[in-house]
């Protein structure tokens, strides 16, 4: 089985239903996943933004985000010095610097819809 990292701006896509959604099952397929423990948080702050701005779907928004948690990621360490001089190297922020590191580390794929990290990752 193939495997990737995926980085929150594809999840979120999926799980919330955002455009890009269609791409983002398209690139994960049957595959396994891979993502620094961060990417946790970023799902989360996602959500609060959306229940925030539509305060009557909260339930709904934050049932996709236990979805999210529930997909069958591979949840990774990091090394924070080593993400930190990784973000000042390629001159991105350590929270993209992250899945930088996951990926190199395991020697996979990045997924992201940010160009600029995939970018760079490639």
Known sequence: MEARVV?????AAL???????EEAERLLGDRAL????LMRYELAQVAV?????RPRKKRL??????????LDIEWVEVDF???AELALDE???AYDACYL???RSLGIPLVTFDMRLKRTSE
């Open 81 to 83: 010095r080593a993400v």
């Open 34 to 37: 891979f993502a620094p423990f």
């Open 15 to 21: 799980v919330f239903g955002e455009p890009g959604s």
């Open 49 to 53: 933004k959306k229940a925030s701005r």
């Open 7 to 11: 980085d929150a701006s594809v999840i």
């Open 101 to 103: 590191f996951v990926s």
């Open 61 to 70: 928004i934050l049932d996709a985000l236990a979805l999210a948690y529930d």
């Open 91 to 93: 001159d991105l922020t």
